[in-house]
């Protein structure tokens, strides 16, 4: 019987059937009872293949691949590939046990601390190019030598190197400091010496207790009262 | 050197067999997946459901394909091919099982063998319909059984069957009509409208 016809019979009901249908079914069955008796038959079939689940056993296959490995003579071909990831990737140890694991890890690691490592480095190359930036600014720096004779054409004189000494007065140049003052008519230079001149005595408050007030780059104090015989009289007039 | 495993699922039957007779443990690995489990039910149902004895059979099978792969001819179907080992090797053992029981047709005998051991459609499907069928199957002629089961059941073409059988196409369709006609007249009794 064909296949389609098989699929007729588990399909259709013996009065849905077409008239060429009962043709090619007629050898097979006749009448409706015929019909569901045949359509028995194939359900049978069908639940058997279903329930048909059983499979060789694996004694079965192994030796059957004893029997291939000495026919063969060789044992299955191990590809390179296999055999590294065998060592990288045991599939018997735990995850985070498994080399390949822990040296991508590792690079994972590397990698995310590179910035930080690169970073000191690029700090220490920093600080190294500073200083040496530093001494060659120093190296730079002209070394002011005086020759006592420059166009000097005896080789056999040597040249005397002095060392110019700049004297505090000299290098610390006056400073003037235009200061306004209430009245239009007048205007005061003030001499500021630098660097500031700093006294004992001074306290470090621009506003003294003793009310005399004292710029921040001018100072002035009070003279004793023993020193101004007029303040020192008019203290001591008794009335 | 192979960097990528050649796709043996997508290979025939035929080329897989090629393989094999080359040495390649993969192919044979294939071909095992395709056809073990349908040889060993196939072995059941002809061999009185003798689970040892159709364990062995497939082993046996098997092992001729590797001990012996040049008996495959490469022109033909495997399927066919293997069927046909397959029911040769259940003819013989059915000649065996006749000479041991001094017997003519040990086959009801065998049967009655199978009740006592476990039975695999009781331990699926506990139905008394489904028993009566696989027990009337079971029952059949050997060439009539051999017939419907390679049809309705390993999905065989008549052309193919006729092949594995060594018969022509007209001797297949003979024996399926029979054995259709005789499986149906024996569940006669589970006809719904019989009963009504």
């Given at each position: ?46 639940a058997l293949k279903k329930s048909e689940t059983i499979v060789p056993r694996t004694e079965t296959k192994s030796s059957l691949d004893d029997i291939f490995a000495q026919k063969h003579g060789h044992k299955p071909r191990a590809i390179w590939y296999n ?157 | ?98 000479v041991r029981k001094g017997m003519s047709n040990g086959l009801d005998n065998h049967y009655a063998l199978s009740d006592t051991s476990v039975n695999v459609m009781n331990e699926v499907q506990d139905s008394f319909f489904q028993e009566a069928f696989v ?28 092949e594995v059988l060594e018969i022509n196409e007209g001797t297949v369709k003979s024996r399926l009509f029979y054995a259709t006609k005789y499986l149906a007249e024996s569940l006669k009794e589970f006809n719904p409208i019989e009963n009504r």
């Amino acid at each position: 019987m064909e296949k389609e016809l098989v699929n007729t019979v588990l399909e259709k009901e013996f009065n849905e059937l077409s008239s060429n249908e009962r043709i090619a079914l007629n050898d097979y069955c006749s009448s409706e009872e015929e019909f569901e008796q045949l359509k028995m038959v194939f359900l049978s079939v069908e639940a058997l293949k279903k329930s048909e689940t059983i499979v060789p056993r694996t004694e079965t296959k192994s030796s059957l691949d004893d029997i291939f490995a000495q026919k063969h003579g060789h044992k299955p071909r191990a590809i390179w590939y296999n055999s590294a990831l065998v060592v990288l990737y045991p599939k018997e140890k735990a995850f985070v046990k498994r080399p390949l694991v822990q040296i991508a890890a590792i690079g994972l690691l590397f990698l995310l601390a590179y910035p930080l490592i690169n970073s000191t480095k690029i700090q220490d190359l920093t600080e190294t190019q500073l200083a040496e930036v530093k001494v060659e600014k120093q190296n730079a720096k002209p070394s002011r030598v005086k020759t006592s004779n420059p166009v000097s054409t005896d080789s056999n004189v040597e040249t005397v190197i002095e060392p110019i000494i700049y004297t505090r007065s000299e290098h610390a140049d006056p400073i003037y400091e235009e200061v306004m003052v209430a009245t239009a008519e007048m205007s005061v230079e003030e001499y500021i010496p630098e660097p500031e001149v700093v006294f004992a005595a001074e306290p470090a408050m621009a506003e003294r207790p003793d009310g005399i007030y004292t710029g921040s780059s001018t100072i002035t104090f009070s003279q004793p009262a023993s020193a101004q015989p007029q303040v020192f009289d008019l203290l001591t007039s008794t009335f | 050197m192979k960097i990528f495993r050649a796709q043996h699922n997508t290979f025939s039957d035929e080329e897989l067999m090629q393989a094999i007779s080359k040495g390649d443990k993969r192919a044979f690995d294939e071909l095992y997946n395709r056809y073990a489990a349908a040889l060993l039910r196939y072995f059941m149902r002809m061999l009185w459901k003798d689970r040892e004895k159709s364990e062995d059979f497939v082993h046996d099978l098997f092992a001729k394909i590797v001990n012996k792969p040049e008996y495959f001819d490469p022109t033909r179907s495997f399927k066919t091919w293997v069927y046909s080992v397959a029911n040769n090797m259940c003819k013989n053992e059915y000649k065996k099982a006749e000479v041991r029981k001094g017997m003519s047709n040990g086959l009801d005998n065998h049967y009655a063998l199978s009740d006592t051991s476990v039975n695999v459609m009781n331990e699926v499907q506990d139905s008394f319909f489904q028993e009566a069928f696989v027990k009337n199957l079971a029952e059949l002629d050997d060439k009539h059984k051999e017939a419907f089961s390679l049809r309705h059941i390993e999905g065989l073409s008549i052309k193919e069957i006729a092949e594995v059988l060594e018969i022509n196409e007209g001797t297949v369709k003979s024996r399926l009509f029979y054995a259709t006609k005789y499986l149906a007249e024996s569940l006669k009794e589970f006809n719904p409208i019989e009963n009504r």
